[in-house]
């Protein structure tokens, strides 16, 4: 157990520096001068650009640059922007409201996914089922911010169930709407698993035996078919907690939600290359420890895994 885990640690320190490596080259490596930029349509002294870009290590080789911001990371520095804000004290204000978001999309995946998906394996072929096939189908063919922007005006202004801006109206009523357009991506998937693994698990001899011991069907389905179907959809639910952080960047800019998502957002349109970096960097290494604490719980459950 220890080597499977001192394994798993590797590759997450591997992948961290690699992804991380390839975002910050995206980012400073891109067309444009943001000093350049900074100056408006009155462009700054050559002077002044130039004492800027020594001032945040632009002149230096990228290579050079990115192991700087590694050892800013691991003194706790995410840097600061060209306006002079500290990224860490930015985002730190950020935090509660994505993380609240993300929570609540996540719980109604949750709710939502596993339902639909077990009343569509009980139940298969009928019209429910197919409903849900072709419901599925529908939430991830269409674009999040398309959905987003059609619940702001369908069920915002004409019905007028939910605010369609900010958070002001607190929790749960402010996040209920924008959370339900980030869930329907993620219980999309899910339902489906969620559905086939119900189906192989009714087909399954012990499930055949407690019919014919006389159980009935609510018993065969609560007590067992539940307990089994859901192993495998709780390992993708968990890898989806971390994965709806990154997925509150749309949602959050349609809704105007002051979170970590606009703030994303607003820096790539700003050109902030050390707030994209920031955040990005945050998010995937909140993605990656996500996902090794899964397998590793996964492999206590199952120790096959630690084998494969």
Known sequence: MARYISRRLLELVIVFFGVTFVIYCAVFLLPGDPIAALGGDRPLPESVQQ??????????????????YLGGLARGDFGTTFAGQSVGEQMAS???TTIKLALTAWTLTVLISIAL????GLRRGS????????????????????MGVMAQYLIGITLGWAPIAGVSDGWPRAYLLPALIIALYGLAGVSRLMRGSVIDTMRSDFVRTLRAKG???????G??????AAAPVVNVLAIQLGSLLGGTVVVEAIFNINGVGQLLY????????TLVVGVATTLVFIFLVTNVLVDILSSVLDPRIRHD
């Not at 632009?58 to 050079?64: E, F, H, M, N, V």
């Not at 007590?223 to 089994?228: A, D, E, G, K």
């Not at 607003?266 to 050109?271: E, G, L, T």
Request: charged share 20%; net charge neutral; proline share 5%.
């Open 266 to 273: 607003k820096a790539i349109q700003d050109q902030e290359g």
């Open 215 to 221: 159980m009935s069907q609510g018993n065969v389905v």
């Open 127 to 146: 019209a429910l089922d197919r409903g849900v096939l072709l419901g599925t189908i529908v939430a991830e063919s269409v674009p999040i911010f398309v």
């Open 223 to 228: 007590l067992h078919v539940m307990r089994n």
């Open 51 to 68: 004492q800027l870009r020594l001032r945040y290590g632009l002149d230096l080789p990228i290579w050079q640059q990115y192991l700087d």
């Open 94 to 96: 950020r935090w509660p």
């Open 117 to 120: 998906g077990l009343a569509a």
